[in-house]
């Protein structure tokens, strides 16, 4: 199994900067690629970016590209996602999600609880 654990997240200003992170531990092994989704309420629960443990290749949603940038440090086994030029409409909780390897011994998919994001009008 695998426990991620989100923090860093808060309210902001419009036009501000946030950093969240996610922590794994456990069965880290098994992670083929690691992200963050966000559900704001009433909405569906969409990818925000992504990133794969072996070449680090990410992948954005349309609506954060040039501002948001995921990264991973792998020493650590946690990804963030730093948040630039915060808009009202990603006001949102952020999930952390990791996908598997597809091996038996590994579980496929793994959410951590969230972290709130607010930002402010």
């Known amino acids: 199994q695998v426990q991620l654990v989100e923090s860093g997240g808060g309210l902001v200003q419009t036009g501000g900067s946030l950093r969240i992170s996610c922590a794994a531990s456990?069965?880290?092994?098994?992670?083929?690629?690691m992200g963050w989704y966000r559900q704001a309420p009433g909405k569906e629960r969409d990818l925000v970016a992504s990133?794969?443990?072996?070449?680090?290749?990410?992948h954005y949603a349309d609506s954060v590209k040039g501002r948001f940038t995921i990264s991973r440090d792998n020493t650590l086994n946690t990804i963030y996602l730093q948040m630039n030029n915060l808009k009202p409409d990603d006001t949102a909780v952020y999930y952390c999600?990791?996908?598997?390897?597809?091996?038996?011994?590994?579980?496929?998919?793994?959410w951590g609880e969230g972290t709130l994001v607010t930002v402010s009008s």
């Open positions: 999600n990791s996908i598997s390897y597809d091996s038996p011994y590994c579980g496929k998919e793994y």
């Open positions: 456990g069965d880290t092994i098994c992670i083929s690629t």
């Open positions: 990133i794969v443990t072996d070449n680090h290749n990410t």
